[in-house]
């Protein structure tokens, strides 16, 4: 059973860091592609940043330059630094593993809450 249970979420003021981490179990991890998505209110969740098997890396627009997503396969677990966050980051981050067939085919955690506020 696949399970992946993201943790490293809270509140930060603009300007600040957090990093995100995401455990994942009941899979052959380093066959993954791994993903951070983020869901802010009234919007679609949409792609923060991925990482593949191979360690080629994707990036948001809004992110880049600000986020570092990486990936330690002998624990099972993948990443997002976060740098320079935004008001606009605010949003429920959430953790995707999946076999190249796209996050829809994949599995999903139950997300950690980044609030970006003075």
């Known amino acids: 059973q696949v399970q992946l249970v993201e943790s490293g979420g809270g509140l930060v003021q603009p300007g600040g860091s957090l990093r995100l981490s995401c455990a994942a179990s009941?899979?052959?991890?380093?066959?993954?592609?791994m993903g951070w998505y983020r869901q802010a209110p009234g919007k679609q969740r949409e792609l923060v940043a991925c990482?593949?098997?191979?360690?080629?890396?994707n990036y948001a627009d809004s992110v880049k330059g600000r986020f570092a997503i990486s990936r330690d396969n002998a624990k099972s677990r993948v990443y997002l630094q976060m740098n320079s966050l935004k008001p606009e980051d605010t949003a429920v981050y959430y953790c995707?593993?999946?076999?190249?067939?796209?996050?829809?085919?994949?599995?999903w955690g139950q997300g950690t809450q980044v609030t970006v506020s003075s």
């Open positions: 990482i593949t098997n191979g360690g080629t890396t």
């Open positions: 009941g899979i052959l991890f380093r066959a993954y592609t």
């Open positions: 995707n593993a999946h076999l190249g067939g796209g996050p829809e085919t994949g599995s």
